[in-house]
T-cell receptor, first 114, second 114 residues
């Protein structure tokens, strides 16, 4: 059974701090990883995708992937109260149009306190 | 704004009934996936359609079925509804970018089975 594991939290950080969200996966065949943000009552919103080992930065967000350790993380710099949401980590097959199934973790709830 | 729309927004059905949920994705997005998200959980993959054919299925019984149409719309049909089918149903439209891809979710349909 392919799994993606996340700590459900809540993770509480003060405004302006760095929030670190972590995820592990069991399927070594997974090639692509995604972070989604989901506000309460809303659908998931894609924040970042990462395919290669290392870091990928986009604004205040940095995704990190370590395939040897089967570990994915998301760092949010200068956290704002508006970042308070559930963050979903997902692993997927790579590339071809006849794959692409995403396996999601249960999500980590982030609370940013003013 | 992902360009993915779903209808209806909310739906209440009785156990044993049948339901059809609809999704419209962006032009050029040939792959559509459907996910079920129970409260407090990550989305679970139901199935995927590519060019009007099902090409991937998760651990859901045959009473969950779907269709994809040439105009980038799709349907999820659920027969013989059970109480546990109560969930948020998400349609995801896939954009392929060479060797990578991204999936964008619609706003979802909240189904309640009583």
């Amino acid at each position: 059974q392919k799994e993606v594991e996340q700590n459900s939290g809540p993770l509480s950080v003060p405004e302006g701090a760095i929030a670190s969200l972590n995820c592990t996966y069991s399927d070594r065949g997974s090639q692509s990883f995604f972070w989604y943000r989901q506000y309460s009552g809303k659908s998931p919103e894609l924040i970042m995708s990462i395919y290669s080992n290392g870091d990928k930065e986009d604004g205040r967000f940095t995704a990190q992937l370590n395939k040897a350790s089967q570990y994915v993380s998301l760092l949010i710099r200068d956290s704002q109260p508006s970042d308070s949401a559930t963050y979903l980590c997902a692993g997927g097959d790579h590339g071809s149009s006849n794959t692409g199934k995403l396996i999601f973790g249960q999500g980590t709830t982030l609370q940013v306190k003013p | 704004e992902t360009g993915v729309t779903q209808s209806p927004t909310h739906l209440i059905k009785t156990r044993g009934q049948q339901v059809t949920l609809r999704c419209s994705s962006q032009s050029g997005h040939n792959t559509v996936s459907w996910y079920q998200q129970a409260l407090g959980q990550g989305p679970q993959f139901i199935f995927q359609y590519y060019r009007e054919e099902e090409n991937g299925r998760g651990n859901f019984p045959p009473r969950f079925s779907g269709l994809q149409f040439p105009n980038y719309s799709s349907e999820l049909n659920v027969n013989a509804l059970e109480l546990d089918d109560s969930a948020l149903y998400l349609c995801a439209s896939r954009l392929d970018r060479g060797n990578s891809y991204e999936q964008y979710f619609g706003p979802g349909t909240r189904l309640t089975v009583t």
